[in-house]
């Protein structure tokens, strides 16, 4: 029988419970049992003045901003609608049903002022890192670093060559904002300092974005979202926003390692990476903390016309020479010489010499130097840290590594499809850290909420 229909009939009263009305299975129930924002007020009180209006709640705020997050909400003015219209949203940022939502231009104007001078983004993320720490889903032993390109806020039509750049007078004072963060930030290695090369666009909107491409696809204005993640559960143990060039993200690696040894004394045994993190300093300065590189090396010691390469030869650290294949010395030097330096290039490179004498007499000179009279060898500044990462790369473990390795890039998948992060929504490095710092906070209350799931009960008001 079909049954009357439905009229809509304006009640004068209604008994009506938002605990009761949000799934008892619901994400945010999980997320709320593991989210600890006690300490905002407390933390933002220096940011406030003790006399006026009274301001919006600061945790209100955070709270809305990590539903916006966790749910692929990043417009804020969206983010205001959906949690006016949601029930589950407004359970969770403990808005009764006639509590008012902020305007979407608070967060604005917070993000622009008190959060960002406060740090707050990265005080909020560091709180569910240690709230994951102190679940045990961190042991600090393993650890994994990638990168992955985000598009940025800008486009080609609305950029300028090089040339064209540096012939405009940019005047400080009355650029926009992302303009000026530019400026601001040009000498800092994750942004501007870190290559010599200068980008072939530079966008008018968003200047600190880099112009870029991945596998051979359609250039584009990116920043790079780097990750440093433990292992053993995908926790996010740090983030950090740089330019999209090589040299700025695996500079961030020594920036993240040093903030995680300081802010949570986590120093892992090793780190896991691919090729892009292989170059000689970089192993070094792992090597030189005890941090075993579970990295590719890169390697360019290889000779495309078949003859022996440097592999070949057998490096004796005690006599600080190379033993050939037919089993004679390649020096450096075959007299005493009273400076030590002597004999480097300028970028720490030493060169190891056969005899020529012995070279031509020897049977085995086709394979080793056909064109020369004698065979020479480079030996890289690092060359030691670098051996290590070769010799690594031959256990059992670094297979095992390598999978490993596939975790970040899951991360960053997960990123993009589900939490839709494949674009920027702010701009300047400081928009795209405060994008990158609230993507993996959600991450990581996602991953807490699905772990430890909330209990099949009612939360006490
Ligand atoms: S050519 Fe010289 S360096 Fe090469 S194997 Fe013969 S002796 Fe050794």
């Known amino acids: ?24 299975d619901h994400l945010l129930r999980s997320i ?22 009274p301001s919006v709640d600061p945790e209100l705020m955070i709270r809305m901003l990590l539903v916006g997050y966790c749910f692929g909400i990043r417009s804020e003015r969206r983010l205001c609608e959906e949690v006016h219209l949601n ?10 049903l006639t509590d008012r939502l902020p305007d979407h231009s608070t967060f604005s104007k917070n993000r622009h002022g008190r959060f960002r001078e406060s740090e707050l983004l990265r005080h909020v993320f560091e ?50 904002r992302a303009v000026r963060k530019y400026l601001e930030t040009l000498d800092e290695a994750a942004f501007g300092a870190a290559s010599p090369v200068k980008p072939k666009f530079i966008s008018y ?63 892992p045994e090793r780190l896991i990476a691919d090729t892009a993190y292989g170059s000689a300093p970089m192993l070094g300065w792992l090597v030189d903390r005890g941090i075993d590189p579970h990295i590719p090396v890169i390697d ?12 070949d030869f057998e490096w004796d650290a005690e006599n600080d020479q190379y033993i050939c294949p037919e089993g004679h010395a390649l020096k450096q030097f075959r007299r005493n010489y009273s400076d030590p330096n002597r004999g480097l290039s300028g970028k720490g490179t030493a060169r190891y010499r056969a005899l020529k004498l012995t070279c031509q ?24 840290a670098r051996q290590i990462a070769r010799d690594i790369a031959k256990t059992r473990q670094y297979k095992v590594s390598m999978k490993l390795r596939k975790k970040v890039e899951m991360l960053f998948a997960h990123l993009k499809r589900i939490l839709g992060l494949g674009r920027l929504r702010l701009r ?34």
């Open 361 to 384: 007499a020897c049977p085995s000179k086709a394979k080793c130097c056909p064109n020369t009279d004698a065979r020479k060898i480079t030996r890289e500044e690092h060359e030691d």
């Open 205 to 267: 909107s968003d200047p600190a974005s880099q112009w870029t491409a991945a596998h051979k696809a359609p250039a584009f204005f990116a920043y790079s979202d780097n990750y440093l993640i433990d292992t053993d559960h995908s926790v996010i143990v740090d983030v950090e926003a740089t330019r999209s060039i090589r040299q700025a993200e695996v500079g961030s690696t020594k920036t993240m390692l040093d903030r995680v040894k300081k802010r949570f004394d986590l120093h």
């Open 127 to 176: 709180t569910t890192v240690a709230q994951c720490i102190a679940e045990g889903l961190v042991s600090g032993q393993r650890m994994a670093i990638d990168a992955s390109l985000i598009e940025a806020e800008a486009t080609k039509q609305h950029s300028a060559s090089q040339e064209e750049w540096d012939a405009a007078q940019i005047d400080a004072q009355t650029a926009p």
């Open 428 to 461: 300047g490095p400081c928009g795209a850290n405060d994008e990158f710092l609230l993507a993996a906070t959600a991450q990581n209350l996602r991953k807490l909420a699905k772990i430890f799931p909330a209990p099949q009960q009612m939360r006490t008001a």
């Open 1 to 24: 029988m079909m049954g009357p229909k439905q009229e809509a009939q304006a009640a004068l009263f209604y008994e009506f419970s938002l605990e009761e009305h949000v799934p008892q």
């Open 32 to 53: 709320e049992r593991h989210l600890d924002l006690s300490g905002i007020r407390g933390y933002l009180s220096d940011f406030y003045s003790h006399t006026g209006r």
């Open 300 to 311: 360019k010691a290889g000779r495309p016309d078949g003859t022996w390469s440097r592999t």
């Open 87 to 96: 029930l589950a949203y407004r359970w969770f940022c403990s808005l009764d």
